[in-house]
């Protein structure tokens, strides 16, 4: 664990040199529902968004230490270049402002002052009765290390519930939420106290079972077979609420391809791969391109290139692990030999590194990428092959980006809806959702609130 400086609130700042037991996990998820009841259990939802709001201006500011903590530490602890991490975390800050806040508890709980009295739609007043929402008394989210977003959002959704929350980091995934909780106990210390946070090994059960016994809701992210894992063992009558792992493309009508528009959707294509290294459920793995545009494919795939050369001058992908880099290096000479012997196939690179690349195949079956700016770009003729060679893609897709004019937007959607897709949004914003997305298609914090309904 790297030393920040910073004082021994959580368990994590402890770490190695204290080693978690389960009887100390029990008495931390223990004495933070103590401090909700409190603390927190009669604060209004107005405060918790104004503490949260203030924050997130915070976070955006070059002069706030815990970002200046952020961005001076070395990338093999964060993960990402300088640069990278500072537009991450300027697109990610600036969705959570009041007003944001409280659309996303009016958008699932109908107004944001459910959570602190009984209310009514016209709806419920018209059968005369009112309901009101309740957080759990405490959240354990079990966390995975690819992306820092993730882990800051669901403390974010915690703290809008008014529970106790205990997190679970993975150990090359607790930087950034060490610092975001940090940076609450700074602004709030009644919040601050109300959150914990540890890692350990995954597979550690007697651990994560003595979190499980003392959480009213669990929530993990990570792969698929690690959450039906977690599933099995969280005690019945506990709430679980799992993300696993999701994939996500690009779809750009032909009417979108005239030579000015496809270079600046080239443009925003290429911000979506690059954001975050391309390692969410939000990053496209490819493109498809639909066919008969005044731009074909694979100019497409030579201008995505031109923009991703031009990208990583201003926002470096930096360093990757030796097994990454070699998988990269396969997959290129793989593509290399294809464009050879078949001739079906274009690749453009970056040279004397494995910063990015950019891949055109004329078989358009969907392919997974190995990431790290590695894309792949495919002609279709239509929506509807496009939805029969990505099959394989079915009930695993998180977001489509989509260039298509309006007129024709609409249909698409509807198809993509049927398919099973979650979020569909402009090409450009793939990595941006607004703070209200319903993540794999379920609200955001109705997954985490239990009802009481009044009738009078």
């Known amino acids: 664990m790297i030393d920040l400086g910073l004082p021994n609130y959580f368990l994590i700042d402890t770490q190695p040199e204290a080693r978690v037991t389960p009887s100390m996990v029990t008495e931390a998820c223990k004495q933070i529902k103590r401090n909700r009841l409190q603390y ?55 969705r959570i402002t009041e007003d944001s806040l409280h659309n996303l508890i009016a958008q699932d709980l109908g107004d944001s002052r459910r959570l602190d009295e009984p209310l009514g739609t016209p709806e419920e007043r018209a059968e005369n009765r009112t309901a009101m929402a309740c957080g ?57 106290a109300c959150i914990e946070l540890a890692f350990w090994p995954g597979g550690s059960l007697e651990l994560e079972q003595a979190l499980f016994e003392e959480a009213d809701c669990i929530t993990a992210t990570g792969q698929d077979q690690t959450l039906e894992a977690i599933r099995d063992r969280v005690p019945e009558g506990r709430r679980f609420v799992g993300y696993g792992h999701r994939v996500s493309f690009g779809f750009i009508q032909h009417d979108m391809l005239s030579r000015a528009m496809a270079r600046e959707l080239a443009k925003q294509a290429a911000t979506d791969v690059a954001a975050w290294n391309q390692l969410g459920c939000l990053s496209p793995h490819l493109y498809y391109v639909e066919e008969k545009g005044a731009v074909t494919a694979e100019l497409f795939a030579e201008m995505l290139a031109e923009e991703m050369a031009a990208l990583e001058n201003e926002m470096p992908r930096g360093e990757i692990s030796t097994e990454e880099a070699a998988d990269i290096v396969y997959r290129r000479d793989f593509f290399d030999l294809r464009a050879v012997n078949t001739g079906d196939v274009r690749q453009w690179k970056s040279e004397g590194d494995t910063s990015w690349t950019v891949v055109y195949e004329q078989d358009p079956v969907f392919v997974t990428s190995c990431l790290n700016r590695f894309v792949h770009v495919k002609a279709v003729e239509d929506i509807d092959q496009m939805l029969r060679v990505a099959e394989m893609a079915r009930g695993k897709v998180s977001t489509v980006g989509l260039a298509a004019p309006k007129n024709e937007a609409a249909e698409i959607v509807q198809a993509l809806s049927h398919w099973g897709v979650p979020r569909v949004c402009p090409i450009g914003q793939m990595q941006n959702p607004p703070l209200g997305w319903r993540h794999d298609g379920r609200p955001t914090l109705g997954d985490l609130v239990t009802w009481t309904d009044w009738e009078q």
């Open 136 to 192: 759990p008394n405490l959240i354990g989210h079990i966390t995975a290390g690819n992306l820092p977003c993730p882990a800051l959002m669901s403390l974010i959704h915690g703290v809008l519930v008014g529970a106790a929350q205990f997190v679970k980091c993975s150990e090359n995934g607790s930087f950034m939420p060490r610092l975001f909780v940090h940076s609450i106990y700074d602004a709030h210390a009644k919040l601050g």
């Open 40 to 94: 927190v259990r009669e604060m209004t939802t107005e405060q918790s968004i104004g503490v949260l709001a203030r924050l997130a201006e915070n976070w955006q500011d070059d002069l706030y230490p815990f970002r200046k903590m952020a961005l001076r530490a070395e990338q093999a602890t964060t993960g990402y270049s300088p640069q990278s991490l500072a537009r991450g975390l300027d697109v990610f800050f600036s």
